[in-house]
């Protein structure tokens, strides 16, 4: 591996205008087909069914731009973000950067032209595959009864579950005693947010100081009548997996509440361990990360929430139900949350990671965990060797990932996360992601190494942040002015957040910059 | 079965270091004989399961996977082998290549958080997302995309409500179902005293618009936002929006429209007629249906802190670089988002749809101001072209007029239900519009027809033609 020399990156430079700037008045990008003659004959001109206080009087700002110019323009964007395909994504943990199948673009394809609201009897596969995702391949790797793929994110999901724990409260007439929901700090920020979002009031456990491992004496303090549910990771953003978790199910039970499982990224323990026998009542996994369908710059994802049985009733509706041989869509739920999100979710999301399931099977999957596993293992051997780089906290062994800290490199250097998530890029590595905030562990950074990259990738990576570490000891300013071979220059962040200067449109910076248009 | 627990010999295409020697040799690296004694350190043994999953032969050669999911797609139908009249929150519109072409380019469709050096492409097509949808409804801010309509209904109303520091909303009566369900859900709290309470404004009877006298007397010193939509879930065009935002803002409160873009070639933008937050659905904007999986909703505002300050999403703000002439881009007032705050954030953020939003960019840039003009004008000539025909059919009614795309067709003096005239269609390979009988069982046997400009005259004509055929 010492022979793994990073190479000299550059990102592509077009320097490309806003698409505004590259108008030409008259110009046209796509033409769509005439209203025939036979219509305008018979209804004559659009403006007369439109009442003349609602009718537009000056066009659209839009810019004009020929077809070739606009393939161009979105072309060179494109080639100016470092997509997941292009290089090894293993920094952005808690993501799981996968390799999404190409195989299963092409089956999302037989999809786009299906509406949601067309008859049952015309979407018997679709529905089948939902349907068939949830109670063959979810049900067998959480243990959960029931399954909603309506919710779009992981966060979402999260909302979802903190709604139907609400509505499950309300219907027992609790509510209103009920109105904590405990969660961990290194628990995923959604874990607080959602909760918080519909109206409950949080309680956040942090770590034992030394191990890390979740603080179990902090959990009977804060559980009461009050308490709700509780909202948690596991393993936590540390790659600690909390061993008793299963008593922090039982306690949170014990008063009364209900237990919410963050499995976002549920990657390494697939075929491992289950929600069911941790005492979960409702988890969520997000099919854009362990299930392999493509992040999407952000999205469309999907997290696809499990139920134990007696929670099944407060799921948003539809759900998708098997009945005599044919599959259906059930409204006909009194308790049932309503909807997260319209129609059925974001079903092209479900439909790849079916066929995701379907090439890996019961092997593949564990396969896919312990490979994951094994990958962070060997991560963490190869970056302990690089200066400036700790594990926080005294837990050995970590599951799918490793939040470890650069603040010896900091306090060394001067060279700290922020300075070094500016160079790997330089290299042809995306960007760190550090952590969320608060920062508990000083100078974060936490790599996932997930089955998709080989002993090389690694090897590459590692390599990386070894040159930069040698950098920063040697040379700290380079790393301090990076990044060198981006497709920009250093931004001016303060007009970022300056009233007077921030510009979320294009019209918004051009009034700021005194240009009327 | 080639692919079983026992079988070392076999590699996954998706997972390299399963080659077996390889795996063999990190274990060895860790002491362990194989990933269970790993696991054994980190999971006690009462959780970890003790046998394989259950789960059916996988297919890991490409070919078979292809085959088995497309025997279990090929009896579906979709809206190009049918015509379809469906709308009510997802609408077929004519998808151009580029945009299909952008779509599945490898660094859009496979990037996901990365920084703004490294992902300066997506930052920046992210921007003009924000810069287009701020031209087509005239406001001077908009944030990356939410997940549908109804999500950025909830967002816009809870932001009315933490702006005017008051617990009311009103919506119209006519509204989607599914939107006001996503909005009860934001509105909904656990402490009495945190709820947003959603009371409803009444329509004109004739017209479908907004009950301007109901609205009168329903707002006041309590409203923190009215929301109304334009067109309306019927497809009817609002024609007094200017005196409700004037009644809205003598009370203090903000008022809110919900929109769909594919009007605003043709319709007043919201910005004009004194809207001050508005959301709407990017999906008519070059994303396929996707069997709902299509949608992204969209939020704009008017500028400054009152506003700014209230966004749950993020908001991708232009800047400079310290060369001359190269812009940068970057996110604003971070710290507002549940990335930073946690429980104290406004609301909460994840993943979307930022896909989609670079896709309805690129269909944006493609129309441009006279695209979206024709768009808007052969979808209204297209529609009540259907319309007309419709009426002209033995107890079939057309109540309102004044629509765009969408309008309820009944047909109560036909003897028939919309599910008996929606299933003799369906034999003929129509889909006829949704039935909202249910949904608002005062319209009757009704059904939510939609017709946009994928439809030609020739099929027009052959759904009233069909039509006519089975009311016989």
Request: hydrophobic fraction near 35%; glycine fraction near 6%; proline fraction near 13%.
């Given at each position: 591996m010492s022979g793994t020399v990073p190479r000299k990156y550059h990102a592509a430079v077009w320097?490309?205008?806003?698409?505004h700037q590259l108008s030409n008045e008259g110009e046209r990008g796509v033409l769509l087909p005439s209203v025939e003659p036979g219509i305008v004959e018979a209804v004559?001109?659009?403006?007369?069914?439109?009442p003349p206080s609602a009718r537009r009087r000056v066009a659209p700002a839009l810019p004009e731009l020929s077809q070739a110019q606009v393939l161009r323009h979105y072309l060179r964007l494109s080639q100016q973000t470092l997509g997941m395909e292009l290089e090894?994504?293993?920094?952005?943990?808690?993501?799981?950067?996968k390799y999404s199948p190409k195989v299963n673009e092409r089956l999302v394809s037989r999809i786009?032209?299906?509406?949601?609201?067309?008859?049952e009897g015309t979407m018997q596969g679709i529905l089948e595959i939902i349907h068939k995702f949830g109670h063959v391949f979810l049900k067998e790797i959480s243990g959960m009864d029931e399954f909603s793929?309506?919710?779009?994110g992981g966060s979402a999901a999260a909302y979802n579950n903190a709604a139907m724990i609400r509505k499950f409260h309300e219907v027992n007439g609790e509510l209103e005693q009920r109105d904590e929901i405990i969660t961990t700090?290194?628990?995923?920020p959604c874990d607080a947010a959602c909760p918080a979002t519909a109206g409950f009031k949080l309680v956040t456990i942090f770590p034992d100081?030394?191990?890390?491992?979740?603080?179990t004496e902090a959990l009977k303090e804060a559980?009461?009548?009050?308490?709700?549910g509780m909202f948690i990771t596991n393993p936590e953003d540390t790659g600690?997996?909390?061993?008793e978790i299963d008593e922090w199910t039982k306690m949170v039970h014990e008063v009364g509440g209900l237990c919410s499982y963050d499995?976002?990224?549920?990657n390494a323990i697939m075929g491992v361990t289950r929600a069911r026998e941790a005492g979960f009542d409702l988890c969520f996994f997000n099919l854009h990360k362990t299930f392999s369908s493509p992040h999407g710059s952000s999205g469309p994802g999907c997290g696809a929430v499990g139920v134990v049985k007696e929670l099944e009733?407060?799921?948003?509706?539809p759900v998708v139900v098997h009945e005599d041989g044919s599959y259906r869509l059930d409204?006909?739920?009194?308790?049932s949350v309503g909807?997260?999100?319209?129609?059925?979710?974001?079903v092209q999301v479900v439909l790849r990671s079916y066929a995701w399931c379907m090439a890996m099977g019961a092997w593949g999957l564990r396969e896919a965990a312990e490979i994951s596993m094994l990958n962070n293992q060997y991560l963490e051997k190869k970056l302990l060797e690089v200066r400036g780089v700790t594990k926080p906290y005294s837990t050995e062994r970590r599951v799918d990932q490793i939040r470890f800290s650069l603040q010896r490199m900091k306090e060394e250097t001067g060279v700290g996360v922020s300075d070094l998530n500016s160079r790997v890029i330089d290299y042809g590595i995306q960007s760190f992601?550090?952590?969320?905030?608060?920062?508990?562990?000083?100078?974060p950074f936490t790599p996932e190494p997930c089955e998709t990259y080989s002993k090389a990738d690694i090897d590459y990576w590692v390599s990386v942040v070894r040159k930069v570490s040698e950098e920063a000891y040697s040379d700290p300013e380079v790393v301090r002015t990076?990044?060198?071979?981006?497709?920009?220059?250093?931004?001016?962040?303060?007009?970022?957040?300056d009233p007077a200067r921030w510009a979320m449109t294009w019209r918004a910076y051009l009034k700021k910059r005194g240009v009327m248009r | 079965m080639v692919f079983c627990m026992d079988d070392k010999g076999f590699t996954h295409?998706?997972?390299?270091?399963?080659?077996p020697s390889v795996k063999e040799e990190m274990l060895r690296e860790m002491g362990a004989m194989d990933a269970e004694e790993l696991y054994a350190q980190m999971i006690p043994d009462r959780l970890r399961l003790k046998a394989p999953m259950d789960l059916p032969?996988?297919?890991?050669?490409e070919q078979d996977l292809r085959r088995h999911v497309e025997r279990i797609l090929s009896s579906d139908v979709t809206c190009e082998d049918y015509l379809s009249f469906l709308g009510a929150g997802c609408w077929q519109h004519f998808v151009p290549e580029v945009c299909d072409v952008i779509a599945s380019r490898s660094e859009f469709l496979t990037a996901?958080?990365?920084g703004l050096y490294s992902d300066v492409g997506r930052y920046h097509a992210i921007f003009e997302f924000q810069s287009l949808i701020g031209d087509l409804v005239e406001m001077d801010v908009s944030s990356i995309?939410?997940?549908?309509w109804g999500a950025a209904a909830g967002n816009a109303v809870r932001m009315a409500s933490r702006i005017t520091g008051r617990k009311e909303i009103l919506v119209p009566r006519i509204i989607s179902p599914s939107r006001l369900s996503i909005m009860s859900n934001f509105c909904h709290a656990v402490a009495e005293e945190d709820r947003i309470a959603i009371n409803f404004v009444d329509y004109?009877?004739?017209?479908?618009?907004?009950d301007l006298a109901d609205l009168a007397d329903k707002?006041?010193?309590?409203?923190a936002g009215v929301y109304f939509e334009?067109?309306?879930?019927?497809g009817v065009i609002e024609d007094r929006c200017g005196e409700i935002t004037k009644m809205v803002h003598d009370l203090g409160a903000e008022a809110i429209v919900g929109v769909d873009p594919t009007s605003l070639g043709v319709l007043s933008p919201p910005g004009k007629y004194g809207a001050d937050i508005c959301c709407g659905e990017?999906?008519?904007?070059?994303?396929?249906?996707l069997a709902g999986g299509g949608s992204c909703g969209f939020l704009a505002s008017k500028d400054g802190e009152k506003y700014v300050g209230e966004y749950p999403a993020r908001l991708m703000s232009i800047t400079d670089t310290v060369e001359e002439g190269e812009f940068g881009f970057g996110q604003c007032r971070?710290?507002?988002t549940s990335y930073m705050?946690?429980?104290?954030?406004?609301d909460w953020v994840g993943t979307t749809v930022g896909l989609w939003a670079i896709v309805s960019a690129v269909y944006m840039s493609l129309m441009g101001p006279e695209g979206m003009r024709e768009l808007g004008e052969g979808i209204i000539q297209r529609s009540h072209y259907a319309s007309k025909l419709l009426n002209e059919?033995?107890?079939?009614?057309?109540?309102?007029?004044?629509?765009?795309?969408e309008f309820p067709v009944n047909f109560d003096s036909t003897g028939k239900s919309v599910t008996e005239v929606n299933n003799a269609l369906l034999e003929h390979r129509i889909f006829g519009g949704n039935d909202i009988f249910a949904e608002f069982?005062?319209?009757?046997?009704s059904a939510l027809y939609c017709v946009t400009e994928i439809h030609t005259k020739e099929e027009l004509d052959r759904l009233a033609e069909t039509l006519k055929e089975v009311l016989r």
């Open positions: 320097n490309e205008p806003v698409i004559g001109a659009a403006i007369e069914y439109i090894i994504d293993i920094g952005v943990g808690t993501c799981t950067m786009a032209e299906v509406h949601p609201l067309q008859d793929f309506q919710p779009p700090i290194f628990s995923h100081p030394e191990t890390g491992l979740p603080d559980v009461s009548e009050r308490t709700a600690i997996f909390n061993p499995q976002a990224n549920a009733e407060f799921l948003p509706v409204y006909d739920r009194p308790n909807k997260i999100r319209d129609f059925m979710g974001n992601f550090t952590s969320h905030h608060p920062w508990i562990v000083p100078e990076a990044p060198h071979r981006s497709s920009i220059h250093r931004i001016k962040a303060e007009p970022l957040n | 295409p998706y997972i390299p270091n399963s080659v032969d996988p297919l890991p050669a996901y958080a990365g995309p939410t997940y549908d004109d009877p004739k017209k479908g618009t907004i707002i006041s010193s309590k409203t334009n067109p309306s879930y019927l990017a999906q008519p904007l070059g994303i396929h249906m971070f710290e507002r705050a946690r429980e104290n954030a406004k059919i033995d107890g079939v009614r057309i109540p309102f007029d004044q629509f765009f795309k069982p005062e319209m009757g046997q």
